[in-house]
């Protein structure tokens, strides 16, 4: 009778890599989506390369890729007038940056800042920094660069990579090729850059990937469009309740009364003399 075979190191160390080649064909395949942070499948949301910023409503963090707001790069909104709400939806991102005591700058406002009001978000005034831009120059040359000192800082701010979040209220009908290099200074930017524009540029792209349309939705309300994203389109707008800044008496003057109902008048509201608006620092 035979014996047992007994193999040798040499023979055992050659059958190694044909066992682990035949258990990796074995394996399935991974999916394509897991190789790359940029790639994802049509039905699908994007990845971020970075940590999203969590916007603060769980209903819009659903529908934002990364589960919030990006970072390094624009993030474009389109409201037909300011004053809609749009800074109570930035304001739990603003503030958890702010917390971290992080710089927050803002671009051209197109009013004074209320200071109460900011506090009353949460926001820590200490943190803030605000830039408004001085068009001087004039012809030929201020029809080619609106603005072009504003956005001279504003590429300057997103490429030092120093700033925490960054909202810019931009001058309407902005090139494209101004836009691209945004983006590409937002790639050395570590947090959220918000871009405040008109609704019209809706008509125009943009290399910013991520934009929302925002529209009033009654009091304390927004609605929310995403009109661009990396994943699917959106199949409706979303409502979100904001935080309440009117008294109960207030909403039942900018509430509807239902038939037969008599809404009381509200009483005027005392002078507020202790409200200062933020200075502002511009360029010279």
């Not at 659903?62 to 890729?65: D, F, G, H, K, M």
């Not at 005591?101 to 820590?124: H, K, N, T, Y």
């Not at 389109?233 to 009117?246: E, F, G, I």
């Given at each position: 009778m035979l014996g047992p075979v007994v193999a040798s190191p040499s023979t055992a160390a050659a059958a190694a890599p044909r066992r682990a080649a035949a258990t990796q064909r074995e394996r399935p395949p991974a999916p394509l989506e897991t190789l790359h942070p940029a790639l994802w499948r049509a039905h699908q949301l994007g990845r971020?390369?970075?940590q999203a910023l969590a916007s603060g409503f769980a209903a819009l963090d659903?529908?934002?890729?990364g589960g919030g707001w990006p970072r390094r790069a624009l993030s474009e909104l389109l409201l037909p007038h300011p004053g809609i709400g749009e800074l109570r939806l930035l304001a739990p991102a603003?503030?958890?940056?702010?917390?971290?005591?992080?710089?927050?700058?803002?671009?051209?406002?197109?009013?004074?800042?209320?200071?109460?009001?900011?506090?009353?978000?949460?926001?820590?005034l200490q943190q803030l920094v605000i830039v408004?831009?001085?068009?001087?120059?004039?012809?030929r040359a201020?029809?080619?660069?609106?603005h072009a000192d504003l956005l001279w800082a504003l590429e300057q701010a997103l490429k030092s990579g120093h700033v925490g979040a960054v909202l810019a209220w931009?001058?309407?009908?902005l090139k494209t090729d101004v836009l691209r290099r945004l983006q590409l200074a937002a790639q050395s930017h570590d947090g959220p850059a918000f871009l405040l524009r008109e609704p019209t540029a809706q008509q125009r792209p943009s290399p910013a990937p991520l934009r929302l349309s925002l529209q009033p939705a009654g009091a304390d309300a927004l609605s929310v469009r995403v009109l661009?994203?990396?994943?699917?389109?959106?199949?409706?707008?979303?409502?979100?309740?904001?935080?309440?800044?009117?008294?109960?008496?207030l909403h039942q003057r900018t509430?509807?009364?239902?038939?037969g109902q008599r809404v009381a008048p509200a009483r005027p509201m005392a002078p507020i003399s202790s409200l200062q608006p933020l200075r502002a620092a511009g360029r010279h």
């Open positions: 971020s390369r970075d659903l529908e934002l890729p603003l503030r958890e940056v702010a917390a971290a005591g992080r710089v927050l700058m803002l671009f051209d406002p197109p009013a004074s800042l209320c200071a109460p009001g900011w506090a009353q978000l949460g926001i820590d408004q831009g001085k068009a001087r120059v004039r012809g201020r029809e080619l660069l609106p931009l001058p309407a009908r661009k994203r990396r994943g699917p389109a959106q199949l409706q707008p979303l409502v979100l309740r904001l935080p309440a800044v009117l008294p109960p008496l509430d509807p009364p239902a038939d």
